[in-house]
């Protein structure tokens, strides 16, 4: 299965742990530079504390890096701007360098998330892309049973669209009541189009992928996601689409 590459390990300490260690490590190392205040500038301080905002938002965790940033800004405030141990600001300049701690704390966490978020969207595309790499691999080499190839690639549509379930159907799709995603990853209902991106896959009626072998249906995927709402992206869906594909080479086999 395709997982994001910001999913966090299982154990349910670690984000409360994350979250906690935004907000007491700025503290720490505040105190730390305070002791060597006189050695070390201003503009020193204030990058050293971005470095552990940008530690806190590689974790991909938003909240975590806004509370390193905010952590960071009120003990830098505390221990860094005279006077010391107060929290209050007489000098201009260190209002100036607060102000533009956070905001360069805000901005690189922001920046951070995005590098995040395009990296996990590089790997599920790998994802999907290994998943159709593989499945027409196993049609074209014709040693693996089909009922084997339907199931895979039955599990992998179940993952891309990150839905419930997921089987193979044999024939034409016979109910109008289902909802179809075409090969474009358009998915309609009763010919209408569904704003997938808004609202999901449906959670009361199924969603067929149709197989076809020229202009004729052979079968479907039927897939189920009633659980909880789903909102697979376009690329998603016609991966899934491509994918459902692969089975229409098995001929009546499948």
Known sequence: MTRSVSAWPSATWWRPAVRVAAVLTPLVVCAILF?????????TDVLVLVLLVVAAAATGDRLAALLAAFSAGVWFDFFLTEPYLRFVIADAEDIEATTLLVVISLAVTEIALWGYRQQGREARRSGYLEGVLGAARAVAEGTTPAKTVVDVVARQITDVLEA??????????GDVRFAVLDHDGVLTRN???????????????????PVRRGAEVVG????TAVSHAVFPTREQRR???????QVAALGSSA
């Open 239 to 245: 991966f899934a689409v491509l994918m459902a594909h």
């Open 164 to 173: 419930d379930d997921c089987r193979y159907v044999a024939g034409p799709v």
């Open 220 to 223: 479907y995927f039927l897939v």
């Open 35 to 43: 002791t060597v205040r006189d050695q070390v500038t201003a503009a």
């Open 191 to 209: 010919g209408r189009p569904v704003d997938v991106d808004r609202i999901g896959l449906p959670v009361d009626e199924y969603v067929a992928i």
